[in-house]
């Protein structure tokens, strides 16, 4: 006899199987709200700090590969770190080679410079001495009146007689004994090219100073310049003009 299930049993399931579905189906629309609900604020949290970490790591990459390193990573020509070290380590090693070399070249002209120096220092001293020694002229006097006893005239056709200015100091020696001297100073200038041979002329006045009379008309006298007729500078000063100029320039260009 086969064994069958009342009506009222079989009615009974299928409400339990619609409640249960329906119970199912209520939980699995609860997960889903939930996880949805959860992948927003993931998206809320995480992206931005995705976003920051990408962002870091973009920096990173630049500092080592450079801001186009996403293109030369499509056209497959990024180095790798290791590689990039290699090739600065070759660049350094390069470059110390250079700086040996032309360090070589620095030294020579340096040592250039200062024979140049030296020569220019021993130049300087030579024409100092020439221009201080004494030195025979010849001097005329004139007999034109001045109340200026101390005055002489420099005749520029002379070839000292661009060596002085207005104002500047020169003694003046008789040769003979005693050796009678007077300082004197350059009043102005006389433009005598027939008279080249004559360097100086001065008053009477003068001439009895130094011991001698109007008679000769023309006299051979020892010159003796002061320093303050050496307008040129020293190679030391120039020097440190130079330097204190580009001390000044390099100074300025800081601020």
Known sequence: MAVSIPKWAADAAIVVLIFSVGAYSARVEFTIKELNKQIEELKTKSIPELDKKLAVQEG????????????????????????????????????????????????????AIEAAHLWAKQQDKRIRDKRLEQFRALAVYSTAKSNDTIGVYINKQHTRGGDYKKGDHIVLINPLPPGLQVEVIVKGFLDDPASSNILVQLNEKLLVDIGLTTRDGQYELFIQNDSDILRWKKIEDVYKELIDKESTRITRQSR
């Open 60 to 111: 990173a990459i630049s500092i080592h590969h450079g801001s186009d390193w996403s293109k030369r990573v499509e056209d497959n020509s990024l180095l790798k770190v290791v590689d990039l070290e290699n090739k600065f380590n070759k660049s350094v090693s390069e470059l110390g080679n250079d700086f040996n070399t032309n360090s070589k070249s620095i030294i020579n002209v340096q040592i």
